[in-house]
């Protein structure tokens, strides 16, 4: 058995349309005997992670690790290479540290807020936490996804 890295892009959406869409890339480590077997297990895997509101945007890459899996040294599972002209400074700006806006307010999206721990708020679509039970004064309670922080699937 050969060890093998793939990353895949999803979209997660919600119904209710206060929430902006994210992107997710996902990557998974996985064995298997071959590069067209890895390719099978990685659509299958992939193919299941999706719901109503995670859909799978057929682009993906699977490529075989140098090295076996090992606790004892840091594994490199994927990257992420992106083409550009852009500067560093540029880069970091607009594709590293601006996965999401500080705030809502800042780009005219509205604030879509769960529970963030420690008796604060925090929201989904932006970096922004606040003070207080937030989510509890939301307009539309009626998605329980809307009370509480989703946990991620456990894989």
């Known amino acids: 058995m050969k060890w093998y890295g793939a ?32 390719e099978r297990k990685v659509l299958r895997e992939f193919q299941a992670y999706t719901s109503d509101e995670v859909s799978f945007l057929n682009q993906y890459e699977v490529f075989e690790l140098q090295n076996a899996p090992s606790s004892r040294a840091a594994l490199e599972v994927a990257w992420l290479m992106r083409t550009t002209t852009a500067k560093p400074r540029d880069y970091v700006k607009t594709l590293w540290s601006d996965l999401k806006p500080k705030s809502c307010d800042d780009v005219g999206w509205t604030h879509c807020w769960h529970n963030g721990g420690s008796k604060t708020s925090a929201c989904y679509n932006c970096l922004e936490i606040r003070p207080g039970q937030l989510w509890m004064k939301q307009k539309d309670r009626t998605s329980p996804s809307n009370t509480t922080a989703r946990k991620p699937r456990q894989g």
């Open 7 to 38: 990353i895949g892009l999803f979209r997660h959406t919600r119904r209710d349309k206060r929430f902006v869409s994210r992107y997710e890339e996902r990557v998974i480590l996985l064995s298997a005997r071959n590069p067209a077997s890895a």
